[in-house]
Structures are given as structure tokens and as C-alpha cells.
């Protein structure tokens, strides 16, 4: 806190060293003047809490000075006291009062009754010190919770801007192969909505995966990889972007291997968010380049364009939540202001850093991550796989839980497809009743089930004899740690976050294949 100031005006040396003497305490400064007009001038640089004045001196007196000081807006509530050697008759302490003063302290001065009234004025000064600082800290609050509250409704606004895009072309996609299934279009219509699910996805993965990391809940799940499988994996989900705008990527990687402790899933997002965002800000037809080498200590990744540029007074918030280069209703593809606020926070997390240069709109951009280099493993040599040891997926018999009609259908066809048998089942109680008929191998089992949930109906599947040791899959749209984790403690063996995809469902039913042939060699 700053410290506090006391103007001491006395036109004698002697009776200013005194006063210093006596108030002097940590956290007070104390100005000291030997004529009226000098005490003005330390009054126009200095916020004083109280003034300390000789009544009778040369030139203005005390009076006359204090007059002054009430008659300006800077200095008018200063707490005066005067100090006289003189008779404190009543007309002498009338005019006093009148000019100003809270207070007379007669000569020779009483240090004890000195102390004990600046002490009091010092502590008002502190104390109005503090309101001052807390009615600026309120105001600061009151003015980010505004800020906060325009942030969400852009942000609503764009969320709901950014979900009709990709539910248009879902919704007349439907419409079309409503009137006419067989058209020579549905190839390209369905490659159309399939491209668009994706994007939907993709947006509520982005907005999870934000508030996982600011929520310190991801866990990365590193392992000694090479940048070179880093970019394939990026540029292959990204690629649909990029060809769509008709723009035209080049990709410069190390001859030599450069390695990498890290996360594949999460490092393949960090690099695909940034062709994502070259692709969007970028005009069709325009250049992305994709670079990877080795500098120093450092694996470095450089994506740059051609595209729309960056403003130097936006270089700087690029990186913070919800922040987009333009007006997000001026560019169609402009996104939520997430990816590149992912990016940052993943890239931080694998212990690197990332800047944006750009020389202005217009002139492209181009951001550098700079992640910390590995050593190459140690190589090691891995038996091949004989055809003979590859799964054969058969038919399972499968039983879906799942109250809601039309994601339960759905699952029906792409189990269909799979050519596995399955029956549907909407109620949690009504699954234990039909698994006892049908006998399925694996159970498809909805977590957020209406009366009895998924878990009680996984755990009492757990405590049925016949149940026991079958393969149990949760679905759900709960997709974090922590379900998955509740999940497992319930008895599931496998956790599915909505929406499944075909491959991702077959993977798992495939692995139940295989658990049963592992159990067969070892029986």
C-alpha cells in the first residue's frame, strides 16, 4: 500500500525538526514547509492526510492558508490542525473552525496528545486507502463480469451459428434421400452428411477437450513416437478440409527421424487444429506448407499460409478462449475461438510453447511449436503375425439397452451390417428379464437409462450367476475420466462415448472374439 503523507508548515527549522521528531512511524512521510506559498506547491504533488499548521508565520499565515486550501477542489477535505503559541481565546479558535481546522494543539506541544491525533487521522487515511482499493477492485470485477457476460452470448450466439452449419446439410441431406433413396445423387449425399457428422463431432470434442485440460483432467498417455506419424495422422483428418477449399498443402519433413515423447492422440490434434484454422482463414484455392525438423534440443512444427493474416493487436489474445480474427458472422467457417486455446493449453502440457507471426491482414500467418526432442528408442525386433494367428470375427449374439428408440434402431443397422444378431431393449429392469431368454455373448448397456440406470443394471448383471463374466459395454455421452472410471467400477468392461462409430464398435466386438480364443488356449 502506499505510504501516507503529513504536511508539516512552520516557518522556524527548529519547530519542523521537533514535529518530525514526534510523528515519525513507519509508512509516513512527512512534507515539510517553512512559508504558505511553499506548502502550496507540495499540496499540488502530493495527496496529504492531514496538515500540521503554524498559525503565525510571515507572509500567509496559518488562517490565510488554510482559506486557500478550502477553496480547492484538490485540498478542501484535508484534515487541518493548527499549532499556536498564541491565547486560544474563543473569536481566535471561531475564525480557526471557520477557515477550516478539526483541531488546536497549543505550544509547547504535549507529544503524547500529538501522537494520539495523528494516529487517528493516519488510520483514517488507511482505512479510506483501503475502500478506495476495494471500490476499484469491485469496479475491475464488475467490468470482467460484463466482459464474461458479452464473451457468452457470442459465445452462444457463434455455438449455435457453428451447429446449424453442419445440421443444415444433415437435415436436407434426409429430406432428399426421403423423396428419392435410389437417386443418382445418395453416393454424394451421404459422403456430404458423413463429412458434416464429423464436423459436429469435432466441435463438441473441441469444447470437452477445453474444459478437461483447464480442469487439469486429461491425462496424456505418452510414448516414444516419431513427428513424421505426428503429421500423417494430422494431415489425414484434416485432408477433407484442405481439398474442400481447393487449397494445395505442402509438406516439408527432417530426412532424419525426429522423435518425440509425447502423445500421439493429443500432438495429432495440436497439428490438426492448425491446418484446420490455415484451411478456414485461408481463400479457396490458397497455400498451406507444413514443416518438421530437429533445431537444438527442440522438435520444431511450422504451419503457414497465405490466407487472411493476423492483426498485430490481435497476435497477442490468439491464443486466449473464444477469440477470432474477424467478426465471426463475416467469415462463415470462423469456428467457436477454441482450437487455437486447445492447442496451447496441449502443447504446454507436453512441456512446449507456441508463437504466432504474421505481418499483418492480408499477408498469411504462420505458428511454430517447438515441443522437446527425444533420443530414438532402442530398436527391437517384433515377431510378424502369421495369417493364422489373426482374429476371424464370428457372429455374436447382442443385446442393446438403450431408452431411446431411435439411437437404439440406429445401433440395430450397423450391427445388422456387422452381421451379428441383436435384440433391442428400452428398459433397464427389462434387460435382466430378456438376457436370461436370449443368452447374448455381449451387452450393449446405455448408462443414462430412466428408473434403474446402467450402472445398477451392469452391477446386478455382475451378481447374477449366468452374467457374471459377459463382456459388458457401456455407451454413453458422459465421455471423461471420471465416467469411465465409474464405469469400470460398476463392472463394465469397455466405455463407448456417443456417437459410436461403425469402426469403433466393430474394434470392440472384435476384441470380444478375441478374449474368447484366449480363454479357449488357456482352458
Known amino acids: 500500500m ?59 499565515n496559518g488562517f490565510e492558508l488554510a482559506e486557500l486550501m478550502r477553496g480547492r477542489e484538490r485540498t478542501r477535505r484535508i484534515p487541518i490542525i493548527f499549532v499556536t503559541a498564541g491565547t486560544a481565546d474563543n473569536q481566535r479558535r471561531f475564525r480557526g473552525y471557520e477557515a477550516g481546522a478539526v483541531d488546536f494543539i497549543q505550544k509547547p506541544i504535549e507529544s503524547d496528545i500529538l501522537r494520539s491525533k495523528a494516529d487517528v487521522f493516519f488510520e483514517l487515511y488507511r482505512q479510506r486507502q483501503q475502500i478506495a482499493a476495494q471500490r ?23 455455438l449455435a451459428h457453428e451447429l446449424r452449419n453442419p445440421l443444415a446439410p444433415l437435415r436436407y441431406g434426409l429430406d432428399v434421400l426421403r423423396k428419392d433413396p435410389d437417386g443418382h445423387r445418395v453416393a454424394s449425399i451421404r459422403a456430404t452428411m458423413d463429412r458434416q457428422l464429423a464436423h ?7 469444447l470437452l477437450d477445453v474444459s478437461r485440460v483447464s480442469q ?12 513424421a506419424d505426428v503429421v500423417r495422422a494430422a494431415v489425414e483428418a484434416s485432408q477433407p478440409v484442405i481439398d474442400a477449399a481447393r487449397h494445395s498443402l505442402k509438406i516439408d519433413l527432417s530426412a532424419a527421424p525426429v522423435w518425440l515423447d509425447g502423445d500421439i492422440t493429443r500432438l495429432s490434434q495440436v497439428v490438426g487444429n492448425l491446418l484446420n484454422n490455415a484451411a478456414k482463414y485461408t481463400p479457396d484455392g490458397g497455400g498451406i506448407w507444413l514443416s518438421v525438423h530437429a533445431e537444438g534440443n527442440a522438435a520444431v512444427v511450422e504451419v503457414s499460409d497465405n490466407g487472411i493474416g493476423i492483426p498485430l493487436e490481435m497476435q497477442a489474445r490468439v ?45 498469411g500467418s504462420a505458428f511454430t511449436v517447438r515441443l522437446p526432442l527425444a533420443a530414438p528408442p532402442q530398436q527391437t525386433t517384433v515377431p510378424m503375425e502369421s495369417p493364422a494367428e489373426k482374429v476371424q470375427p464370428r ?15 440406429a445401433m440395430g ?22 438376457a436370461r431368454d436370449y443368452r447374448p455373448d455381449v451387452i450393449i448397456l446405455d448408462i443414462g437409462l430412466p428408473g434403474m440406470d446402467g450402472y445398477a443394471v451392469c452391477r446386478a448383471f455382475r451378481e447374477d450367476e449366468l452374467f457374471k ?47 474368447e480364443l484366449e480363454d479357449v488356449e488357456h482352458s
Open 216 to 227: 487439469g483432467k486429461i491425462t496424456l498417455r505418452k510414448e516414444r513416437l516419431q513427428a
Open 413 to 434: 443397422w450397423v450391427l445388422e451390417k456387422l452381421r451379428h444378431d441383436f435384440r433391442l431393449v428400452h428398459e433397464g429392469r427389462q434387460a435382466l428379464a430378456t
Open 319 to 363: 491464443f486466449q478462449l473464444f477469440t477470432q480474427v474477424d467478426k465471426h458472422l463475416e467469415r462463415a467457417q470462423g469456428g467457436l475461438g477454441i482450437g487455437l486455446a486447445l492447442v496451447k493449453q496441449l502443447v504446454t502440457l507436453h512441456g512446449g510453447t507456441i508463437k504466432v507471426e504474421s505481418a499483418g491482414s492480408g499477408k
Open 136 to 158: 476499484d477492485e469491485l469496479a475491475a470485477q464488475a467490468e470482467a463480469l460484463r466482459q464474461a457476460d458479452r464473451r457468452k452470448d457470442e459465445f452462444l450466439a457463434t
Open 469 to 515: 463374466n459377459i463382456p459388458i459395454i457401456a455407451q454413453s455421452g458422459w465421455g471423461q475420466n471420471h465416467d469411465k472410471m465409474l464405469a469400470s467400477e460398476a463392472g463394465f468392461n469397455h466405455h463407448l462415448t456417443k456417437p459410436i462409430t461403425r469402426k469403433e464398435l466393430e474394434r470392440v466386438l472384435v476384441s470380444v472374439t478375441q478374449h
Open 200 to 206: 459436429l463431432v469435432r466441435l463438441i470434442d473441441d
Open 2 to 60: 502506499n505510504p501516507v503523507f503529513f504536511l508539516l508548515v512552520d516557518d522556524l527549522e527548529e519547530n519542523l525538526l521537533s514535529l518530525e521528531a514526534l510523528l515519525r512511524r513507519e509508512d509516513l512521510v512527512l512534507l515539510k514547509a517553512q512559508s504558505g506559498d511553499e506548502a502550496l506547491e507540495l499540496l499540488l504533488r502530493h495527496d496529504v492526510a492531514l496538515a500540521l499548521i503554524d498559525v503565525q508565520m510571515p507572509g500567509l
Open 395 to 409: 457372429s455374436l449374439k447382442v443385446l442393446v439397452v438403450e431408452d431411446n428408440l431411435d439411437v437404439a434402431e
